[in-house]
């Protein structure tokens, strides 16, 4: 059996706070996902937070594990995530590890740890859903797996599975 989690990118916002657009686009969103989650996370930041609520309304399920935030799913160095953008030229971890592969390989490290240690709270088949930042999942998926994800819209999603030997598959979800 595998774990997984889903890490999704809030929804549209003016600056921390959801927009309109946002909100009625997380109720979309919220009425695709399959739900039966044991915990839900959040950034922490406004707008990943009430993103996760407009899930949480729409699915109408209870959360055993409850909902958190974490704001390991969250980077403290924004100014610099910015230049590297600007640098780079591109919202895609290649264009950033080009930018400035310090940031890089230090922010995917910490968020690797993150993802890890929210894997290793859940037991076999069971699920989690992170709602955070782009590019912070993409850049969590490059420390956790290798793997260099496109850069997520807002609203969309990876799924990273653990199987039982550990090893990690990832998908993109629209």
Excluded at 100 to 116: C, M, N, T, W
Excluded at 124 to 130: F, H, I, T
């Amino acid at each position: 059996m595998v774990k997984s989690i889903e890490l999704r990118r809030h929804t549209d916002s003016n600056g921390d706070v959801l927009s309109r657009e946002g909100v009625e686009a997380a109720l979309e969103v919220g009425a695709t996902l399959h739900g039966d989650y044991e915990a839900m996370v959040s950034s922490g930041a406004q707008r990943a937070t009430q993103t996760l609520a407009c899930f949480l309304a729409v699915l109408g399920e209870p959360v055993p594990r409850g909902v958190v935030v974490d704001p390991r799913f969250r980077s403290e160095r924004e100014a610099r995530w910015k230049r590297a953008y600007e640098t780079g030229g591109g919202g895609d971890i290649a264009s950033f590890l080009e930018a400035d592969p310090g940031l890089v390989r230090e922010e995917a490290s910490l968020l690797a740890r993150a993802l890890e240690e929210l894997f290793g709270g859940l037991r076999s088949s069971e699920r989690a859903l992170v709602v955070g930042h782009s590019p912070m999942h993409e850049a969590a998926v490059y420390g956790l797996t290798g793997k260099v994800v496109e850069p997520l819209a807002k609203g969309a999603g990876i799924e990273v599975t653990q199987d039982d030997e550990g090893g990690y598959t990832v998908r993109e979800l629209g």
